[in-house]
């Protein structure tokens, strides 16, 4: 009977066999010269049988009863296709179908494109097609992972990390001056005097389509970026609808103020980070206080609307997408800070105190306008409005140091009070015309104005005698002093780019090669002044540090106050680029495809000073630099799975406004920065290999290596001289870099329906430093040094849970570390003696953070999130290594330290 059993199974199952068939094909995408279309849908007309393609446009459907079917091919916004078939038993039958554009809404194709792009899986799509080694990370993910900003954003990307010293992006270890930050392509200008790039912390996620990383370097791009260029694609248009969006939180640190915050004077002139001027500055000395006020509300709020729609404009679609957020957030520090110079100690505060407030209030309109099937523009303005109010005291525990201080060095105490506000305009149009079949014309220009201003700046610097007694400090007539400091920035910029195809045409009905050729234009100026008006308070005292209002009054400036008043310190700089270009896109063969091009550039960058600090107070430098850039790309698909990937370039540093204006810019703590008329830029000679592993559509195996090969680098180091002040500098004749890169996305765990459920990102760099130093930066026997603010080793890692049920459920756990870095380099205060008189390099050094995430769908349309940042609360150091002057014996001491909080936010969204 068993064996009777047996046999009737292996003949059902045989018959079953002999009766079924399948159907297997690719998708292609007619509008993007015949790519592979992923992510559509193939469903058997009235059942549930269905598939979706893969990364490369591939569907299968098996286990088909042989009979006729109706195979139903869909994708939003293009055309459904109801293709008859006809299933034979035991045969499988190849469907190749190229999708299209429906002529009602051709122009959907973009709009799909734009919302694929936010998606982890289509970005991955993207960087295994892209010639260039890209990588992008889009605004689903963002979402998941919690991120509120573009700056945070980027340092999810394998080889990036953020200093908290200064808020810089950092690339494969370098920083702010050797990447490039660009919207939608064309060029956004910095608005802070203290960095190139912008700060991306103004990018809120709720106009941010994808953040894009490029680390290598194609010819169509300026060539002012040595470590990449982050590339920030704005929101467009997906489909109709809106949202808003409520948030509030804390900040760990400020709950435990009891009352005690604080804001600084100016704030009595803002609203909802908007400043107006009542006084001018020489009147605020008497006419305002000068003492900080206490702050009410400390805690964290934000809203955030945004809605899409279609309009019927003299027969042309117009797609408008719209978004306004606002929000406020407060943090509290507390730490300390120390000085040297020549291994003496300078000052000491090991009762520093941070109150800050900053808000941002954003809008972002984009429009998206069909000509013709053939004709789109699209057009982008961005508005952002930021606060950022600080006060800063230290020395209130009456132990603060300051050496060489009248009337005494004990009892030492400083406060800072600050209010910057940051408007920044970004205005952009782009075009695309389908010339040809084979000839594609983009082009786009843009608009850029940045006003960043710190109307009232109030600093008092004073001694603790007793309890009941503050002496002010005198040592020169600006320690008791406020003052304004203004920047604007107007920048045009554009470029055009016609990509020809050409050669015969492959199965797929694809052009062999494409010749880029165009041009790239940018004119930036800038308009920078700083004004300060000094009181000499010499024997003058109050009962504490909270009282110094009472000195200043118009009683005391008739009864020895002395009201000093210097000529503004002011620069004017500007930046003339123009370049053109060509490339050419080509494959040879299935495998091999690159691109190889070449690049004239010239460029000018004139700055004209009149400031205090230098002799003679005017001055003036004229940079020119006419070169010739190449790269090239290559990769070389070993199947559709596995690719190897080279590039090589040539590109350049330009030093920065700021770091050749020699201004002295003073932060809070009393570091001095300023700039060097001599800096020269630095030429980058660049190789990267990089294997890529795609397991599957939403996986990613990849390893990368590469070397950077540096003339005349720049970095920030200590300067000779009792004042202490830090300077950019060439500090040597040649560099190089290193490294190894690790990634992998991997799905953990997967639902019945295949779905992964679990996914674990993970990315690892290791980098080597070495720089040659000169003369003017030797000490104690050293040569050498790492690269100012490289960290050798950086991770970041993230494990995510999605319930993928019909009331989604989230949650997130991320973190991310990175080693130690110089935060400038050191030099010698004597050379005939630099083995003891010196100033030896600062380290920031290393930490990890935690962040974790929760959301939960309560309802179709409702959504609730949970945000925990910082968890950790790590301590945040800087070090430097002190030799004692009697025994000789270094030592490694804290000058900076400070914890940043943990943040906790809840959200709630609503999709209408």
């Given at each position: ?787 100012q603010g490289a960290s050798d080793l950086i991770l970041n890692s993230s494990l995510s849970y999605n319930s993928k049920t019909e009331k ?38 290393g930490f990890f953070t935690l962040d974790f995430v929760v959301s939960k769908m309560l309802t179709e349309k409702l959504q609730i999130k ?47």
């Amino acid at each position: 009977m068993k064996k009777l059993l047996l046999v009737l199974t292996l003949l059902t199952t045989v018959f079953s066999y002999a009766q079924t068939g399948s159907i297997k094909g690719k998708l292609t995408d007619k509008e993007y010269n015949n790519e592979p279309l992923a992510f559509a849908n193939v469903i058997v007309k009235g059942t549930t049988t269905g598939t979706t393609s893969d990364f490369d446009g591939f569907y299968t459907l098996n286990n088909l009863e042989a009979k006729d079917y109706i195979l139903i091919v869909s994708f939003v916004g293009y055309q459904t296709q109801e293709i008859p078939v006809a299933v034979v038993a035991g045969k499988e039958l190849e469907l190749n179908v190229v999708m299209s554009a429906s002529a009602a809404s051709l122009d959907e194709v973009v709009i799909t494109t734009t919302t694929r792009r936010e998606s982890e899986s289509a970005l991955l799509f993207e960087q295994k097609k892209a010639v260039v080694i890209k990588e992008s990370i889009g605004a689903e993910r963002l979402s998941k992972i919690g991120v509120s900003d573009a700056a945070v954003a980027t340092t999810k990307i394998a080889g990036v990390s953020k200093s908290e010293g200064s808020g810089d992006i950092y690339i494969r270890g370098l920083g702010d001056r050797y990447l490039s930050t660009t919207m939608n392509g064309l060029p956004i200008p910095s608005d802070d005097v203290n960095n190139k790039n912008i700060n991306l912390n103004l990018f809120s996620t709720n106009i941010i389509e994808n953040v894009g990383i490029s680390k290598t370097y194609a010819t169509s791009s300026y060539a002012d970026q040595t470590s990449g260029n982050v590339d920030i694609t704005s929101k467009g248009y997906s489909k109709k609808g809106a949202s808003v969006s409520l948030s509030s939180g804390y900040n760990t640190n400020v709950l435990g103020i009891d009352g005690g915050f604080k804001r600084s004077v100016a704030t009595e002139d803002a609203t909802l980070g908007f400043h107006k001027k009542e006084y001018a500055l020489v009147d605020l000395i008497t006419r305002q206080s000068w003492d900080p006020l206490k702050q009410k509300s400390t805690g964290n709020y934000g809203i955030s609307l945004s809605g899409a729609q279609k309009f019927d404009v003299f027969g042309k679609e117009l797609k408008v997408f719209v978004a306004g957020s606002h929000s406020k957030s407060s943090e509290y520090q507390e730490g300390l800070f120390r000085s040297y110079r020549s291994n003496i100690l300078d000052n000491e505060f090991t009762d520093t105190e941070s109150f800050t407030t900053k808000t941002n209030t954003t809008g972002y309109v984009n429009l998206g306008l069909k000509l013709s099937d053939n004709h789109r523009l699209k057009i982008s303005s961005l508005s952002v409005n930021t606060s950022n109010d600080n006060v800063y005291e230290q020395g209130r525990n009456g132990e603060g140091y300051v050496f060489d201080q009248d009337p005494q060095e004990d009892g030492a105490f400083v406060r800072d009070q600050n209010f910057k506000q940051t408007i920044l305009l970004v205005n952009q149009i782009e075009g695309s015309h389908q010339i040809k079949v084979n000839n594609k014309l983009t082009w786009a220009a843009g608009y850029n104005y940045v006003l960043a201003q710190e109307p009232n700046r109030v600093r008092n610097e004073a001694n603790i005698l007793d309890e009941n007694t503050v002496q002010y400090a005198h040592v020169g007539d600006f320690q008791q002093r406020k003052s304004n400091q203004k920047i604007e920035d107007t920048e045009y910029n554009a470029y055009i780019n016609d990509a020809i195809s050409f050669g015969t045409l492959d199965e797929d009905d694809n052009h062999p090669f494409k010749l880029n050729f165009g041009a790239n234009f940018r004119q930036k100026d800038r308009v920078f002044s700083s004004l300060f008006i000094g009181v000499r308070a010499r024997d003058f005292q109050v009962p504490s540090v909270d009282q110094f209002s009472e000195t200043f009054t118009t009683e005391n400036f008739e009864n020895g106050l002395v009201l000093r008043e210097r000529e503004a310190d002011r620069y004017d700089a500007d930046l003339n680029a123009i370049a053109g270009y060509a490339n050419l896109d080509f494959h040879l063969g299935e495998k091999l495809s690159g691109n190889a091009g070449v690049r004239f550039e010239r460029d000018e960058i004139n700055v004209l000073w009149d400031v205090a600090n230098f002799v003679g107070r005017i001055g003036s430098i004229k940079k020119e630099y006419t070169e010739l850039y190449p790269s090239l790309n290559l990769k070389y698909e070993l199947n559709d799975k596995h690719a190897v990937r080279f590039a090589s370039s040539l590109t350049q540093t330009l030093p920065e406004f700021k770091e050749l204006a020699p201004f002295e810019y003073v932060s809070p703590t009393g570091r001095v920065t300023r700039g060097d008329p001599n800096l020269e830029k630095s030429d980058v000679f660049n190789v990267d290999l990089k294997y890529e592993f795609f397991p599957s559509k939403g996986q990613l195996l990849s390893a990368t290596t590469f070397y950077k090969d540096i003339k005349n680098p720049i970095n920030l180091a200590q300067t000779r001289g009792s004042s202490g002040i830090f300077e950019y500098a060439n500090t040597g004749d040649n560099a190089n870099v290193f490294g190894i890169e690790f990634e992998a996305r991997l799905e953990i765990l997967k639902n019945e329906d295949d779905e992964s459920i679990l996914d674990f990102n993970t990315n690892i760099t290791k980098m080597w430093f070495n720089q040659d130093l000169l003369e003017g930066f030797q000490y104690k026997g050293i040569t050498e040094s790492d690269l100012q603010g490289a960290s050798d080793l950086i991770l970041n890692s993230s494990l995510s849970y999605n319930s993928k049920t019909e009331k989604e459920f989230n949650a997130t756990l991320t973190g991310n570390y990175s080693s130690d870095k110089v935060f400038a380099l050191g030099s010698p205060e004597d050379f005939s003696n630099s083995a003891v008189l010196y100033n030896d390099e600062i380290i920031e050094k290393g930490f990890f953070t935690l962040d974790f995430v929760v959301s939960k769908m309560l309802t179709e349309k409702l959504q609730i999130k949970l945000v925990g940042r910082n968890l950790l609360n790590p301590d945040i150091q800087q070090t430097q290594l002190v030799r004692n002057i009697n025994t000789g014996v270094e030592t490694d001491e804290v000058v900076l330290s400070y914890k940043k909080g943990a943040q906790l936010n809840l959200s709630l969204k609503y999709d209408f």
